[in-house]
């Protein structure tokens, strides 16, 4: 019988940090309550505690690090809806469920488990909180040690029931370690502004606990409470901005969003001035080969592989272990296809994002592409600006190259963590024979795709890994989505100002564009947009869109009213894949806006109520 209203986890991950105990998957409120033996003698010395926070560590990762699956909640990539194995352990149900949890609609009902795995994070966090205190009382312990790793997991905290709020708005609050279904039972939601205040709380407490910067790759510093604390305040003063009328309750105020977009501005202000963070390789664009090769990428590509991991630019990431630790990351696994080291390509960029590259020359959108099936069109290879051309992918963002592939385009094939040699993508030939300047090649393999682009970002280049074996940190937050993020928090108050205007162009000068035109900084809605391709382009893949959609209330924007045709997601050939939001009422898109709270919570806790478009 299910006991409680989230995946609590209490004694799994205290083997250490970046490994998994045999645990962690075990819902322990399944079971009839207990005190471990094994945990009580716990709590004896400092090297115990930081062991659990390395335990809370791991065991909150499991929230985050596949934000990536969740990009396919927008419009530019296509996650396909079996990302996740229910029999995928080892990385556990967060991100499980049933058909279309990655689509950009009919999603927001099928999260149940991520609602409880947060929950279970929560509850990882409160029962270091509540046992590092304790252990503060003992003759002998550094208070400086324990309150350090109290800040951790304050901050750990409020990344979860921030991630609960902006899916759910209202929810259940707790701090203190759950035990029995008693303690939850009757837990009714609390309102999200309540819920946004204790969050605060939490960041800064770590913000004054934590360290101006770790010695140590993944664990928190004081950068990352104030990056967190500064996204929490901005995407409030979104909700009251734009309102969010599918949450019963909520008020939304013009003078809450001022107040909250200042607040956001000073924290990400102070992220960016005080803790001497800058771009990976200083956003330097790089060298970039020509169409075709790849044995020179452009910097903004190692961004995503682990050559990054101790980067300045990463403000709050998340380790993994790699070959032998259960704690590999599946970044290519999801993204790549058999061609390496048999992955299974899960998550792919649609056909659309293509042309959201701008020319390297004029600093603006190129002339768009055009799809054409070589089938019908004898020249569609060599015809100008044809999708199908390599020739039509030149003097573009070169962060273009870096995140994607288009046919011709290489990479290294992987095969038993060896090299198999390079591997041309070309769409609609898998495994194929093709003879490219005198050279015989075996064509990429892929899985699933239908639009006629994959991904490079996040594909490793070199072999002697498998496809679950990465050890890329994860990034929760980055420093030029800081950038972003303060540009966007003082143009909603104030418009496009220099310093502003500045940060955007230093994100831009990683694809080697031109700064912006004075057009494209003439007002604040002009600027916006400016601010919104960079965000596309910059932070494609990583889970951000469906959030930024959300908050700015802009699905009715990028997919049609209710009752309109809908959009379809076409293929390089020019094939109509999929048409998204055809006909459908306004009740799908309230849907969209806010997740069901899970039913069987509800079942099990008669005082939850349901999120209004799902009564």
Known sequence: MKKSIAKIYLIGMLAGWGVFSSG???????????????????????????????????????????????????????????????????????????????????????????????????????????????????????????????????????????????????????????????????LARLPIGQVKDSIISDLNYAFEKLPQKSPELGRASKPAALAVRGKLQLYWACWNEFGWPELAGFQPSAAAATTAYNAAAADFRSVINDYGLTLFRNGDPGAIDGPGQADTLPNYYYLFQPVANNSPEMVMSFPHGGTNTGQGEELMRDVAGRSHEGSQLWVMPRYEIADRY?????????????????????????????????????????????????????????????????????????GGSVTIDGIRYITYNTDGNNSGYVFRKFLRNYPGQGRSDGDYAWPVIRLADVFLMYAEATNAVNGPQADAIELVNKVRRRGNLPPLAAAKTASKATFFSAIEQERIIELLGEGHRGFDLRRWRALERVWGVPGSAGIWRIDTHGANQTRYYQNVPERTYQQNYIFRIPPSERDRNPNLTQNTPWL
């Open 358 to 430: 701008q020319s390297t020359v004029t600093g603006d959108f190129a002339t768009k592409l055009i799809p054409l099936n070589p089938a019908d069109v004898p020249d569609a290879r060599t015809r100008a600006n044809s999708a199908l051309n390599p020739q039509s992918y030149q003097n573009r963002d070169y962060r273009m190259k870096a995140s994607i592939m288009w046919d011709y385009e290489m990479s290294i094939g992987l095969n038993s963590l060896k090299s198999t040699g390079w591997c041309p993508f070309i769409y609609k030939n898998w």
């Open 24 to 186: 962690c998957v075990k819902n322990l409120l399944d079971q009839d309550p207990t005190v471990d033996p094994q945990l009580v003698n716990l709590w004896k010395t400092e090297s115990d505690a930081t062991l659990a926070m390395m335990g809370c560590y791991a065991d909150v990762r499991s929230v985050f690090d596949r934000d990536y699956l969740m990009e396919g909640h927008g419009e530019y990539t296509r996650v396909r809806g079996s990302a996740v194995s229910s029999t995928d352990l080892r990385l556990g149900d967060a991100y499980n469920g049933a058909g279309g949890i990655y689509d950009p609609t009919g999603y927001a009902d099928k999260w149940d488990e991520m609602y409880r795995y947060l929950y279970g994070g929560v509850n990882r966090c409160n029962y270091v909180i509540d046992n590092v205190n304790k252990l503060m009382e003992k003759e002998g312990i550094s208070r400086t040690n324990m309150e350090r790793l109290l800040g951790e997991a304050h901050l750990l905290r409020a990344m979860c029931y921030f991630k609960l709020i902006s899916m759910w708005g209202d929810v259940p609050y707790f701090s203190r370690t759950v035990t029995s279904n008693d303690q939850v039972a009757t």
